[in-house]
Nanobody, 124 residues
Framework: QVQLVESGGGLVQAGDSLRLSCAAS????????MGWFRQAPGKEREFVAA????????YYTDSVKGRFTISRDNAKNTVYLQMNSLKPEDTAIYYC?????????????????WGQGTQVTVSS
């Protein structure tokens, strides 16, 4: 079992930056593939980014490539999502998720543990 707590969301203007953090507690953090997902009002939850257990491999949805960066610090049990050049369409609740399997996956059913989410609102 692992507990996840996101932080860092807020209200920003288009073009601004935010860094989300997800602190994990419980089992060994480095055993988990970590992902970020988001859900906008009236839409399904969608994949944003994921990172392998050692932090070597990263994956992004096309709409955030070049703007968002996922990283992790296994010594601090924390995964980050640096979001630059934010757009109004990035407005959503952002969720951190942990996957026990060894392979990185980009679909939410593949993840076993979820945080409560943090709201990101980007005004135009």
């Amino acid at each position: 079992q692992v507990q996840l707590v996101e932080s860092g969301g807020g209200l920003v203007q288009a073009g601004d930056s935010l860094r989300l953090s997800c602190a994990a507690s419980g089992r060994t953090f480095s055993n988990y593939v970590m992902g970020w997902f988001r859900q906008a009002p009236g839409k399904e939850r969608e994949f944003v980014a994921a990172i392998s257990r050692g932090g070597i491999n990263t994956y992004y949805t096309d709409s955030v490539k070049g703007r968002f960066t996922i990283s992790r610090d296994n010594a601090k049990n924390t995964v980050y999502l640096q979001m630059n050049s934010l757009k109004p369409e990035d407005t959503a609740i952002y969720y951190c998720a942990a996957r026990t399997g060894p392979m990185v996956r980009t679909t939410s059913p593949e993840y076993d543990y979820w945080g409560q989410g943090t709201q990101v609102t980007v005004s135009s």
